[in-house]
């Protein structure tokens, strides 16, 4: 059973930084590149980074380019998240996801998701 669970979320002030994380198992990890998508309270949920299977590639929002880093280890079958200088438009639920086929930046290609962590920036 593919499980992916994220932590690390939380409350910050505007400004501030969090590393989010996703431990995923029941899957061969290191063979699918992984992503984050994020969904603010009535809206969309919108792509924010994909990181490919060997880390060597990564692709961002432009909403996120210049503040978020998405890094993996695979050995521990961890995908990262490190997002700073925070704003209150970052807050929304994240969650991330291991890619299957199409394009990195469609939710639909994705087929496992974990249940998600919730941000919040104060300003």
């Known amino acids: 059973q593919v499980q992916l669970v994220e932590s ?3 409350l910050v002030q505007a400004g501030g930084s969090l590393r989010l994380s996703c431990a995923t198992s029941g899957r061969t990890f290191r063979r699918y590149a992984m992503g984050w998508f994020r969904q603010a309270q009535g809206k969309e949920r919108e792509f924010v980074a994909v ?3 060997s880390g060597d590639s990564t692709y961002y929002a432009d909403s996120a380019k210049g503040r978020f880093t998405i890094s993996r ?3 521990k079958n961890t995908v990262f998240l490190q997002m700073n200088s925070l704003k209150p438009e970052d ?3 994240y969650y991330c996801a291991s ?3 199409g394009s990195y930046y469609r939710g639909s290609s994705y087929d496992y998701w974990g249940q998600g962590t919730q941000v919040t920036v104060s300003s």
Request: net charge negative; hydrophobic share 35%; charged share 5%.
């Open 99 to 101: 890619h299957y086929s």
């Open 51 to 53: 990181i490919s299977w």
């Open 91 to 93: 807050t929304a639920v």
């Open 8 to 10: 690390g979320g939380g």
């Open 73 to 75: 280890d695979n050995a």
